[in-house]
């Protein structure tokens, strides 16, 4: 038996270079990184294009060996990783400041100079090293309005960075160094892969203390914590403290997903990174042209409460109100309407709010997209070729509410005069204005509150105070109501007392 397989394997290699010599068998070889790539044994000999390849480092294939149960130690992930964490120190000079009267003669020379003249002001942050050339990156915040960035290695090496870009909306920023040799990058990973309860590493440097190493798990994903339209961060409990900032969260294979960003100064145990999935969408961006082209829908949203679903007779709570849609905008061309509430953009399910601005956002400007809502009880689905959203002037967010009305709703109300529609800063007189709410009425639980305007009852124009009483004194189930706070419109649902 060996010596016929012994055979059979001489006949085989004979062929295949039999085949190789006569040109009808094409083998490549590919030297790839010092690695050899795979053979092809029936190429067509044409080279293929490769696709656009990230400037930044990963690992092919994502994460090779995660450990399942709880490690023994992180010694060797710290030692690994760390050249490719980096301290950053900036400077800012302050400039002088005004003297009071009479103190320059009461206190001259250097005392006088150190504490009104103009003066630098030192700041610490942390890095992550993503390509061999010299591209980091760290927060917005660490290198904001500085006059000068200068990068710690872990070896001791210093040099000076510049500013490539910075996006202050997700916080993340790209700088870059002009290194003598090669430089440790990380591996950027995928954080929509993680799952609350995966181990996690943080390493950076809180107070100066240089590469500090923390570790714990993730203690939620999607976490919304006020800080704008576009937050989505991991909630970790590794100690993330100052000057952790722009540091890696990493997972147990060495990969970054996330760049640590925010705490909660209450808990040592509640830190946010920002996903390395959002760094990734906008980081080609800021490397091309320095800040971030977002596109734009042109529509106010809110929430669907539990008396929103109940008034539109919808199932859940999912999806993105409506509350106004802006003229000339995109949404307006595509028929988007008020009233609307969008469950699906481009393929993606809605299933919260502030999910909505946040993939708008990164929807590339002018491309065409379907976009499904809930309309009189029925889906419909609309395209809509997305536009540039300009900054400042974005476009607000309604938070969530309800509505009121009356004596035995709690609430007060009056014409709009042109001195109100003057004092509330209104381009016309229009409207109803809520002139007192009752704390604990069903106004008050409602969302309404003192200088809000009434414009629709029902999906129709109010008439003036009178045609409020009457609309919001009859019928069985919740009305509808839109008002103006401020600059934006939103919806509430008032349940009348009769409805229950």
């Known amino acids: 038996m060996k010596a016929r397989t012994t055979a059979l394997l001489l006949f085989l290699g004979a062929l295949v270079a039999a085949l190789a010599a006569s ?15 795979a053979v092809d044994l029936f190429g067509s000999g044409e080279e293929e294009k490769a696709p656009d390849a990230p400037f930044w480092k990963e690992e092919p294939g994502g994460a090779k060996v995660v450990p399942q149960t709880t490690p023994g130690s992180f010694a060797d992930l710290a030692e690994r990783v760390s050249p490719g964490v980096v301290n950053i120190k900036t400077t800012r000079t302050l400039g002088q400041q005004q003297v009071p009267r009479g103190l320059e003669e009461l206190l001259p020379g250097p005392f006088f100079h150190e504490f009104f003249g103009e003066r630098e002001v030192p700041s610490l942050g942390s890095g992550v ?28 090496t210093v040099i000076g960075a510049k500013v490539v870009g910075q996006d202050p909306k997700t916080d993340i920023a790209l700088i870059q160094v002009d290194p003598k040799q090669p430089l440790f990058a990380l591996p950027l990973g995928d954080s929509e892969s ?17 590469h500090t190493v923390t570790a714990g798990i993730v203690s939620a994903k999607h976490r919304f914590i006020g800080q704008g339209d576009y937050d989505d961060f991991i909630q970790t409990d590794a100690a993330i403290n100052p000057g952790n900032s722009g540091g890696p969260l990493l997972n147990l294979a060495g990969e970054v997903i996330g760049i640590n960003t925010a705490i909660n100064p ?17 980081l080609p961006q800021l490397r091309a042209t320095g800040h971030v082209q977002r596109g734009w829908l042109g529509v106010v949203i809110q929430p669907v409460t539990k ?12 999806g993105a109100l409506v509350a106004e849609v802006f003229p000339g905008s995109p949404a307006e061309k595509a028929g988007v309407r008020r009233y609307d509430i969008v469950v699906e953009f481009d393929g993606q399910e ?12 990164t929807t590339p400007v002018e491309k065409t997209v379907k976009v499904v809502v809930l309309r009189e009880g029925g889906r419909k689905t609309l395209k809509v070729a997305i536009g ?28 709009v005069t ?83």
């Open 266 to 282: 209450r808990a040592n145990t509640i830190g946010f990174a920002v996903p390395i999935n959002m760094a990734k969408n906008i």
């Open 388 to 415: 540039l959203r300009e900054e400042p002037g974005e476009a607000p967010v309604a938070k969530p509410g309800t509505g009121g009305g009356l004596e035995n709703l709690g609430l007060g109300v009056q014409d």
């Open 418 to 500: 042109p001195e109100i529609a003057e004092q509330l800063g209104m381009g016309e007189v229009q409207g109803v204005v809520v002139t007192e709410v009752v704390p604990g009425s069903p106004a008050y639980e409602a969302g309404l509150r003192s200088r809000d305007v009434i414009l629709e009852i029902d999906r129709q124009r109010v008439a003036g105070a009178k045609d409020v009483r009457d609309r919001l004194g009859k019928g069985e189930r919740s009305a509808l109501l839109l008002i103006r706070r401020g600059d934006a419109t939103r919806l509430v649902a008032l349940k009348r007392p009769e409805a229950g």
């Open 129 to 156: 090293v993503i390509s061999s050339d010299g591209f980091i990156v760290t927060n917005n915040h660490v290198i904001a309005d500085v006059d000068d960035i200068q990068v710690v290695f872990a070896d001791g």
């Open 23 to 37: 040109g009808r068998l094409g083998i490549r070889v590919e030297l790839r990184d010092n690695q050899a790539g």
């Open 194 to 210: 993680v799952r609350p309860g995966d181990w996690v590493v943080a390493i950076g440097n809180p107070f100066g203390l240089e």
């Open 350 to 361: 809605i299933k919260e709010m502030n999910e909505l601005p946040r993939i708008v956002a």
């Open 307 to 318: 008396d929103l679903r109940e008034h539109f007779g919808v199932k859940d709570e999912r």
